[in-house]
């Protein structure tokens, strides 16, 4: 993963810190460029880490250290606090509860892993004993019911579509009605993607999202799509209220940035990630644990 490559970089980049004798202003500004680079090259968004660093800098404030003090430590920690930070919007998104009716609906491009990762999303559920239903409100993509009707049946999960209705809402309406009805605790609304952002899709999500009502909605997003990942998020933010996202496939070669500008992006946090096409290649996803793990 090259995500591995990012930590390596930020620890490398640590650790020559640490081994210089004196920590100066050239030996902090030097590990700073090295993170900054590092981040870069992972795609995570220039503000951001423009950001990042100048507030480092305005914590670990050279001159105000007392001689006493172990400088490399307080920068240790101020890095490892700003790469949370970036990872933390600060506010949790809203917890379905078990045994209690909520809906969440699912947003994305085409081709992120949406579809996938709701069938995950109610796997994961499932084995701790909800009862979730999954509804295809996917008309636009050829297929797309038969591969959530496939996903489902596989994991004997519920699920509802049609192959004759066009009319995403209305079926997102009918199925979201019949899993109530059969007090499934996990409604999950897999919507239409498209190739790229466009009118027609955002006016689709805001319809469904109407009609529907979600508790939660998720947006799924590929962790390759690099520097593109803050306006794409941002955009989706802008039609429908995303509340969490999921980042999917970590395992491949992506570099890892584009989870750190979608939180940006959307002021929502990641709350799982998809790690491989299987259905239980599916991780929470906690902040800290994976800074941590992130520099080793
Ligand atoms: P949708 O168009 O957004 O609904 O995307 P799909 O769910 O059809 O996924 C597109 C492709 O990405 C499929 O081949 C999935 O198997 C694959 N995919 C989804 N999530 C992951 C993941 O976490 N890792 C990997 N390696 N592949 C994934």
Sequence with gaps: MVL??????????????????????????????EITRALLQADVQFKLVR?????????????????GHNKRKIIQQAIFNELCKMLDPGKTSFAPKKGK????????????????????YAYYHQKKGWKPALVCADTFRAGAFDQLKQNAT??????????????PVKIAVEGVERFKKENCDLIIV?????????????????????????????????????????????????????????????DGHAKGGGALSAVAATKSPVIFIGTGEHMDEFEIFDVKPFVSRLLG
Excluded: W
């Design 4 to 33: 591995a490559q990012l930590g390596g970089s930020i620890s490398r980049a640590i650790q020559q810190m640490s081994n210089a004798t004196i920590i100066d202003e050239k030996v902090l500004n030097e590990c700073l460029n």
């Design 51 to 67: 950001d990042m660093q100048s507030n480092i800098k305005k914590i670990v404030n050279l001159d105000d250290l007392a001689a």
């Design 101 to 120: 009716t909520s809906v969440v609906m699912f947003v994305g491009l085409q081709g992120s892993g949406k579809t996938t990762t709701c069938t995950k």
């Design 154 to 167: 596989k994991a004997k999960i519920p699920f509802y579509g049609s192959y004759m209705e066009s009319d």
């Design 190 to 250: 897999d919507t239409s993607g498209r190739h790229k952002q466009e009118a027609a899709l955002f006016e689709e999500m805001r319809q469904v999202s109407e009609a529907t009502n979600p508790d939660l909605v998720i947006f799924v997003m590929d962790s390759s799509i690099g520097q593109a990942a803050f306006d794409q998020a941002q955009a989706f933010k802008q039609s429908v209220a995303v509340g969490a996202v999921i980042v999917t496939k970590m």
